[in-house]
């Protein structure tokens, strides 16, 4: 009579059971802590098990849909309609900083000019003085053209 010998095949059918999964298990925690997209297609690609394993372990088909969820939850809540900007306001802020842009440009163009006007009185403080030093005649200043 043969030996019976299933007792060993179901120990080996278990070990593989355990170890496939353990692969998923750890695919998933790693998943996890990187931050790769979760779904069942990419935790069995990376565990090397099939999908349909996956489906049919409740613990981890549950573990998957819950960090699939978690992954796709917006990082910030969307504004509630009353604290939303309304075009009547946003107009009325367009039109403010179009104001406020208009005068820093007119101001911005007064200090060029003064700037320019005491460049000047200074370049021709300094030709004089160099005239004075130097014996030369002092040039008239040009007016302005």
């Given at each position: 009579?043969?030996?019976?010998?299933?007792?060993?095949?179901?120990?080996?059918?278990?070990?593989?059971?355990?170890?496939?999964?353990?692969?998923?298990?750890t695919a998933l925690r790693r998943m996890d802590t990187t931050g790769t997209a979760i779904t069942f297609e990419t935790?069995?690609?990376?565990?090397?098990?099939s999908r349909s394993w996956l489906y049919n372990q409740p613990d981890l088909r549950a573990e998957i849909e819950r960090?699939?969820?978690?992954?796709?939850?917006?990082?910030?809540?969307?504004?509630?309609?009353?604290?939303?900007?309304?075009?009547?306001?946003?107009?009325?802020?367009?039109?403010?900083?179009?104001?406020?842009?208009?005068?820093?440009?007119?101001?911005?163009?007064?200090?060029?000019?003064?700037?320019?006007?005491?460049?000047?009185?200074?370049?021709?403080?300094?030709?004089?003085?160099?005239?004075?030093?130097?014996?030369?005649?002092?040039?008239?200043?040009?007016?302005?053209?």
């Open positions: 009579m043969p030996a019976d010998n299933a007792h060993l095949i179901v120990a080996a059918a278990r070990r593989r059971a355990a170890a496939t999964r353990r692969r998923a298990v935790v069995a690609r990376e565990a090397g098990v960090l699939r969820a978690r992954h796709r939850a917006p990082a910030t809540r969307p504004v509630p309609d009353r604290q939303r900007a309304s075009d009547l306001s946003l107009l009325r802020r367009l039109e403010a900083a179009t104001t406020r842009n208009r005068q820093l440009e007119a101001e911005n163009r007064q200090l060029r000019e003064a700037l320019a006007l005491a460049l000047g009185e200074r370049r021709t403080a300094d030709v004089r003085s160099e005239h004075v030093t130097t014996g030369l005649p002092v040039p008239r200043a040009i007016g302005p053209c």
